[in-house]
């Protein structure tokens, strides 16, 4: 699960890179962070997972929310 989360963070980041204008931009935004977003999707399953797991998980997920929302700061 990590690694699917850096690999959602990198693909929304490469979008991010070649976006042409705003538009795009926030099309990008809720396809990673909307309501049935690919990042929001893992939040909507931290309750499921054990304590450790759930950290991890969490950590990770913030992160790519971060990078997304301001990815030159990244």
Do not use: C, F, W
Not at 2 to 20: D, F, L, Y
């Amino acid at each position: 699960m990590h690694e699917e989360i850096i690999n959602i963070k990198n693909e929304a980041v490469a979008r991010i890179t070649s976006a042409v204008d705003t538009a795009e931009l926030e099309e990008i935004r809720a396809d990673y962070l909307g309501r049935n977003g690919k990042l929001t999707k893992y939040t909507k399953e931290l309750k499921n997972l054990r304590t450790e797991e759930r950290k991890q998980i969490g950590i990770a997920v913030n992160d790519a929310k971060k990078t997304i929302e301001n990815p030159k700061t990244r």
